[in-house]
């Protein structure tokens, strides 16, 4: 069995992946969203799935909130409900796509009522951080065009800056604000923040407490994700991350199932670029599970994380230095390759026992009884999706 050095393992206890609220609540494609028994109908429920996700892998700390799908009456009373369940409420995720208004755009609206009333709603996610102990304000645009001529691209790039200006002139000193780039959809010929050029310009515009949100569904295939990362860390801009698999073109999957290896590329250049157990980058997933159990999907999400960047501290770094020193290209190479091939299943599982959890996390909850209990208990009231 392959070992893990202390050292590797205090970094790997250090690590914590924040779950979305919504990979809780009902989801699917634009052709059918399923139901399933005992999906959540509040954010309250929506929490205690999340906790148990942490209670059985110690990996997911906190929980993302989406707003307005998370609006409740008392925030601070969701914050005692989330810290009574062991967990923390964490990144509040504006919304801007969902309202008849913004058809035509919201930060970038050329009519000033509808840019103003989207810059009022990230004022109120801004009010509700305050009570919910969040930190990070995550926006991301539905904005864009989906035929050549149709806007003035410029204009709009220019109105998005003056919207984030003021957004960020109402962070606390404690907050910040990451803004996430998509290359395409909901708009098809531009969207306004496409890639991580214009996330970075835009918030290098702002300040130090705004940040680019690398989402790694949100590329174009082939593209070098991991160049991205090691950018980003070097200019001191890499604010967060939202983790998934990309196997046709957004998010929405499991992190690690299309492609572990590209998984791993990035951990590893994370952890080069002094991204891991940095406080100013943070790990959360953004998925959704259309057809598995949501709880043992976002279980098996973070313990993909987790595997993944163990293997990537495997990477024997002298070695990799003294063979790209020497342009020994198939040794680099190699050294590389003996990490990611490494199964460090055995020895996560003798750790994760010595800490007093349960070896197999999934098959400790599948055994817990949890997920018959909310199919039973949670009968009646509308289940959580997209919308609520
Ligand atoms: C958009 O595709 C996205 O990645 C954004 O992060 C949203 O907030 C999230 O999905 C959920 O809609
Ligand atoms: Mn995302």
């Known amino acids: 069995m392959t070992t893990l050095t202390d050292d590797i393992l205090t970094q790997l206890e250090g690590q914590g ?10 989801s699917g494609t634009r052709f059918r969203v399923f139901g399933t028994p005992g999906t959540p109908r509040d954010p309250y429920e929506k929490i205690a799935d999340a906790a148990q996700v942490n209670r059985y892998t110690a990996l997911a700390p906190s929980v993302a909130l989406h707003i307005p799908w998370d609006k409740v009456d008392s925030y601070d009373d969701l914050r005692a409900h989330a810290e009574n369940l062991g967990v923390k409420l964490g990144t509040v995720n504006s919304n801007t796509f969902q309202d008849e208004d913004y058809k035509f ?8 009522s509808i840019r103003q009333k989207a810059i009022d709603h990230h004022f109120e996610c801004i009010d509700i951080m305050h009570a919910t102990g969040s930190r ?25 800056n003056d919207s984030l200006q003021q957004i960020y002139a109402r962070l606390g000193d404690e907050q910040r ?15 306004d923040v496409p890639d991580w050029g214009t996330s970075y310009a835009q918030v290098a515009s702002l300040g130090e407490k705004a940040m680019v949100c690398l989402d790694t569904g949100h590329h174009a295939p082939g593209t070098n994700i991991e160049f991205i990362v090691m950018q980003l860390l070097r200019l001191g801009k890499l604010g967060s991350f939202d983790f998934n698999s990309r196997f046709y073109a957004d998010d929405d999957l499991i992190v690690g199932a299309a492609d572990p290896f590209q998984l791993f590329r990035i951990l590893f250049e994370v952890i080069r670029g002094g991204g891991l157990n940095n406080p100013d980058v943070a790990f959360m997933l953004d998925q959704c599970h259309n057809i598995e159990d949501k709880i043992p999907g976002q279980m098996r999400s973070v313990l993909n994380v987790q595997e993944m960047t163990a293997r990537a501290l495997l990477v024997d770094r002298d070695a990799l230095d003294a063979a790209q020193a020497a342009n020994d ?8 390759m003996d990490a990611f091939y490494t199964d460090v299943r055995p020895a996560l599982a003798a750790w994760r026992e010595s800490r ?33």
């Open 329 to 336: 290209v198939l040794a680099a190479n190699a050294v590389f």
């Open 356 to 388: 007093g959890l349960p070896a197999d996390p999934m098959a400790a909850y599948a055994a817990s009884g949890y997920q018959q209990k909310i199919a039973d208990e949670r009968v009646g009231g509308t289940q959580a999706g997209w919308g609520a």
């Open 105 to 112: 755009g919201a930060l970038t609206h050329h009519d000033a």
């Open 17 to 26: 992946i924040e779950l979305p609220s919504w990979a809780f609540g009902n």
């Open 177 to 191: 604000l990451v803004l996430e780039y998509k290359f395409f959809e909901p708009s098809f010929y531009h969207t």
């Open 136 to 160: 990070d304000l995550k926006i991301w645009l539905a904005e864009g065009s989906n035929y050549p001529g149709q806007n003035d691209m410029r204009a709009r790039q220019d109105r998005l």
